[in-house]
């Protein structure tokens, strides 16, 4: 058994983020082990929670991973940790198309988790607890085991809304007054990447401490039984040529950044030596493949080109090269 909550929100942009990261910062302040994990295809959140958490974050996505390989990875990311937090996407149900298919309720049904709701209550009262209500019933099978309350505007709007949701017996386990200095920066594409952000870890952390109850909420937890690893399916080890270990080259650094950690566990635990590197700064180094990933090489056009690494990737592919490059890294290529 590891303590365990699924932060979800009623909908994108209500704060969860905010949330999971105080909750973060304020658990590894109390000396806990955070295993961090994000529910769905997404490289950016995870960021954040590796800068504070200190460990990989794992993407838990039932589309493209299903319910036993969610299981499995959830299984792995919270081996010698004391407690995991995972980080919903979009609102609570949203999924695939009208389906719960890669939703956050998905992910807790596969996992037993209890769900912590985040709820923008900006400008309501009473209605909050219709919200709530809603929520709690719509999929019996998800347990809507506690509420945060975001942007809440005064002691008498906190009082309103404790009153209006007494009734249904779902415990308020935070109520967040409104702190425009504790928003993320943001871009284009998302937040700021985790390595971009100077975390007041402090800030975050008394934000949490000072307006949830953390210590109920980890009690939540305290009910999700760790999924028993399952064998994973069998993969051929690949060799070079002369029966050593295949060597691939993959770029990491502020423009290439958007890669899966689980990635990498299976090209090493298929044999593979990854070298990484930054294109920026960094030679090529000896290699038999090369792994370019996605991230924001347009922020970061003028010193990929001026870099001789341009031109050494460029005299690798005319030689043969295998070169793989997705997102940003197809782009960086083009």
Partial sequence: ??????????????????????????????????????VGPDFIDPSHHAAICGRPSRNLDTFMMGMDGVRRSFARGVEGADVAVIEGVMGLYDGLDATEVASSASVAKALGAPVLLVMNVHGTSRSAAAMALG????????????????????????????????????PILGTLPRRGEIALPSRHLGLEMGFESRHDLDALADFVEENAYLDRILELGCNVAEPEAQAEPEAETVQDQEGGRIRIAVAYDEAFCFYYAENFEILRRLGADLRFFSPIRDPLPEADGLYLGGGYPELYAGALEESPTR?????????????????GGLMYLC
């Fill in 1 to 38: 058994m590891i303590p365990a909550v699924l932060v979800a929100g009623t909908s994108s942009g209500v704060g969860k983020t905010t949330v999971v990261l105080g909750m973060m910062a304020a658990l590894r302040r109390r000396g806990l082990v955070v295993a961090p994990f994000k």
């Fill in 135 to 170: 929520y709690r019933s719509y999929d019996p099978k998800v347990e809507v085991a506690g509420l945060i309350l975001n942007r809440v505007g005064s002691e008498r709007h906190r009082s309103l809304l404790e009153d209006a949701l007494a009734p249904l017996g779902i």
């Fill in 311 to 327: 031109h050494e990737i460029k005299k690798a592919a005319e030689d043969g090269m295998p070169i793989y490059g997705e997102c």
